[in-house]
């Protein structure tokens, strides 16, 4: 893209943006707040054990973690340091080649997700899900459903 040759927002997809950028960091702000005065876990922790938890074998190689969370290699390789440190992971090489790395949900992880799931949902319906109406949360799923992929396929940088 060549910057200085894009076309201006007009004002109401300006309007859009902002409301999108400002009220997307609100949210994740008070999320990660809430999760991390409740359990000590981050938004990075839940959503690494999430995947995890949701894994055949509770087990991901560290390249598709990578690209499932949208982090750069190593983001996600300094996450799972992190995770290993406090018993929620562990890192082991890969069960059907042996050449990579695995992330591996431990039992001390599950039992850690088990109890924030509840706390987590709480805030999420408290801050989201609740102020939304059925046509709204159609329209973000379907916004949201579109625009998630295309937006993980493209390359994690730094």
Do not use: N
């Amino acid at each position: 893209m060549v910057l200085g040759m894009t076309e201006p927002l007009s004002d109401s997809q300006q309007a859009a943006w902002r409301a999108f950028v400002e009220s997307s960091w609100a949210l994740h702000t008070r999320l990660e707040d809430e999760l991390r005065a409740a359990t000590g876990l981050s938004m990075a922790d839940y959503h690494v054990m999430v995947v995890l938890s949701e894994a055949h074998e509770h087990r991901v190689r560290m390249g598709e973690l990578a690209s499932q969370l949208v982090f750069s290699p190593s983001r996600c390789t300094y996450q799972i340091a992190s995770m290993v440190k406090r018993g929620l992971v562990r890192k082991q090489s890969c069960s059907d080649d042996g050449r990579g790395q695995e992330a591996v949900l431990t039992d001390a992880g599950m039992a850690a997700l088990t109890a924030a799931a509840p706390l987590h949902l709480a805030t999420v319906r408290e801050l989201f899900i609740d102020d939304l109406d059925d046509a709204e949360i159609a329209t973000v799923t379907r916004v949201f459903g579109r625009l998630g992929p295309r937006l993980r396929s493209l390359p994690v940088t730094a």
